[in-house]
């Protein structure tokens, strides 16, 4: 099992720079790719970003490519989320997912693809 656990978010201005992270613990050996994705008030959970376990690989939803970036701490095994140029429509709750190597169905760009989820953390953007 991997267990993960996402801080930061709360409020926030339009225009701000908060910083989310994600650490991991557990079967870690056992990850392949980390992602954040997001789930706004009646709408489906979006994919915002995913980092390769090694750190090599980035990818972005369109929504957010240029503005957030994902990374990783090694040494704490957490993921970093750092957002900026935050607009209203970016509020959602933020989730930490994980994809396990030896897990098989969807993709690293959607929900069904990560076998692991942290509890969420809110992000309002004030306008």
């Known amino acids: 099992q991997v267990q993960l656990v996402e801080s930061g978010g709360g409020l926030v201005q339009a225009g701000g720079s908060p910083r989310l992270s994600c650490v991991a613990s557990?079967?870690?050996?056992?990850?392949?790719?980390m992602g954040w994705f997001r789930q706004a008030p009646g709408k489906e959970r979006e994919f915002v970003a995913a980092i390769s376990w090694s750190g090599d690989n980035t990818y972005y939803g369109d929504s957010v490519k240029g503005r957030f970036t994902i990374s990783r701490d090694d040494a704490k095994n957490t993921v970093i989320l750092q957002m900026s140029s935050l607009k209203p429509e970016d509020t959602a709750v933020y989730y930490c997912?994980?994809?396990?190597?030896?897990?098989?169905?969807?993709?690293?760009?959607?929900?069904?693809?990560?076998?692991?989820w942290g509890q969420g953390t809110q992000v309002t953007v004030s306008s």
């Open positions: 997912a994980a994809r396990s190597s030896t897990f098989l169905y969807g993709s690293i760009t959607n929900a069904a693809g990560y076998d692991y």
């Open positions: 557990g079967r870690t050996f056992s990850v392949y790719v």
